[in-house]
């Protein structure tokens, strides 16, 4: 058995990935935040490198891809992505190949469900119960394939496109109302930079990536999504998004 603990590099604005991350690992890990700039480094070969990051639009979000470039290795790796429901499309493989390209060996590979971050009543309660036995029972396979010899460890294939569809971004952007006590949690905790210190209820459209933290960590509860916007995505996710999709897993 391989008892080494994980090391997982974890872009997760608002905790849905980090919760399916937490599933598989058993919380056995050490981890690098991608949600702020990523010191370059080399994860040792004893290690098991899980990368989880949600999915934008079919995509993986270029911050997260840019993040996970600091990191170098040659051991065994496993690519998560954590989508709301709708579809994960090419995003599995972009993660796996962006792992690839900084020398890991991608062992095994996972796509799960987590509560979407703009129309949460998609995915409500996701990962539930049953998401994170199944995330669980993954964990320990995937220790039980980097327990083997390394010539005995198969990569993994999985589904998509190397010709990524184009991602322009939301085009709507959180902002605050006249509720925002000035507290500025939100500016120090934006992944993208895109709140000013100065003015935390603000916000920088040609940074902002629209990944929901500002929203889910206001304690004012003062930031969201222009309502008409929201409601149009919540109303189109609930046509596309309407019959629960379950985990899929590649060893």
Known sequence: MYTAPWITALFSPTGGTAAVA???TGGNDTVIDLSVPAVPQVIPGDRV????APVFGGRIPALALERLAALQ???????????????????LLEWKTALEAG?????AAAACIAQHSIAPAVAAGRPDQNDLELAAQFGRQVLEKA???PEAQATVSV???PNYKPFPGMPVHPQADQRCVRCG?????CPAGAIPTGDPGATAADRCITCMRCVSICPSHARALPAQAAEATAQRLAQVAGQPRQPEFYL
Do not use: K
């Open 103 to 107: 020398g890991f060996r991608v062992i």
């Open 185 to 189: 949690l939100c500016a120090a905790r």
């Open 73 to 91: 290795g040659s051991g065994p790796a496993v690519a998560l992505v954590v989508y709301g429901n709708r579809a994960y499309e090419d995003a």
């Open 49 to 52: 490198l899980l990368a989880a």
């Open 147 to 149: 327990a083997l010899p």
């Open 159 to 161: 589904p998509g496109s």
């Open 22 to 24: 937490r599933g598989i």
